[in-house]
């Protein structure tokens, strides 16, 4: 059997094969055969087996990943559609988002700051279907590099806010030594609202929501 198991590793055949050919464990046939020398011919062998192991194990590991995934969406999917927020619930989603993402400091507008445009957007659509908002107290401020177009960036944020051009402070030009650009970047934005009643409801709900 070692025998065989020899002349089978001077092949190329890798110690799971066999171990599979002879009927002996793979540890038995690692212990055996680590010391024999395999040619050029039968280590490319063994390395392009454990390429196309590898390949496999990959594929499987993606394919498991995928269909755990598309359960997880699904549930998901199931739980959101069940979901209705009325209006005091998206109060305190605004409230949570704020908690998170929003200044503190100033006493008279709440102040939203965040580059992710779909949080911007989410935040703001939400804000303005719990609270009663007046557009014309909203103002906005975008964080650019010196490699963003103004122009663009203000038209691109005024979009994704609903937002008017016309409410736009000047922008912020961030220092950047041009050395890295970052792709499908399109700054930051700061959006503020100017309520102090509407700032106290939100800072109230943030203390309930610790408290409780």
Same mark, same amino acid.
């Given at each position: ?8 590793r ?5 110690f799971r094969?066999? @171990? /599979?050919?002879?009927? +002996? ?5 690692s212990?055996w055969? *680590?010391e024999v020398? &395999?040619?050029k011919?039968a280590?490319e062998?063994?390395?392009k ?8 194990g990959n594929?499987?590991?993606r394919?498991?990943?995928? @269909? /755990?995934?598309?359960k +997880?969406?699904?549930n998901v999917?199931?739980?959101i559609? *069940?979901?209705v927020? &009325? ?6 989603v605004?409230?949570?988002l ?10 008279s507008?709440?102040?939203f700051?965040? @580059?992710?445009?779909?949080? +911007?957007?989410y935040?703001?659509?939400?804000f303005?279907k719990a609270?009663?908002?007046?557009e014309k107290r909203f103002?906005a ?6 490699y963003h177009?103004?122009?663009k960036?203000?038209k691109f944020w005024?979009n994704?806010t609903?937002i008017?051009?016309?409410q ?6 961030k220092p ?12 930051c934005?700061?959006v503020?609202?100017?309520g102090k009643?509407?700032?106290?409801e939100?800072l109230f709900l943030i203390r ?5």
């Amino acid at each position: 059997m070692k025998k065989k198991a020899t002349e089978l590793r001077q092949r190329g055949f890798s110690f799971r094969e066999i @171990s /599979e050919k002879i009927g +002996i464990a793979k540890s038995t046939a690692s212990l055996w055969l *680590r010391e024999v020398e &395999l040619s050029k011919i039968a280590k490319e062998r063994i390395n392009k087996l454990g390429v196309v192991g590898r390949n496999k194990g990959n594929e499987s590991v993606r394919k498991r990943i995928v @269909s /755990e995934d598309k359960k +997880i969406l699904a549930n998901v999917k199931n739980s959101i559609g *069940r979901c209705v927020l &009325l209006k005091n619930d998206l109060k305190i989603v605004c409230a949570l988002l704020y908690w998170c993402e929003g200044g503190k400091t100033e006493k008279s507008q709440l102040t939203f700051i965040n @580059s992710d445009p779909k949080l +911007i957007k989410y935040f703001i659509d939400t804000f303005r279907k719990a609270f009663s908002v007046d557009e014309k107290r909203f103002r906005a401020l975008v964080h650019v590099h010196s490699y963003h177009n103004v122009e663009k960036q203000i038209k691109f944020w005024s979009n994704v806010t609903r937002i008017p051009e016309a409410q736009f402070t000047k922008p912020y030009n961030k220092p950047n030594a041009g050395k890295r650009i970052r792709e499908d970047y399109q700054g930051c934005i700061s959006v503020r609202y100017y309520g102090k009643q509407i700032r106290q409801e939100m800072l109230f709900l943030i203390r309930e929501i610790s408290r409780q």
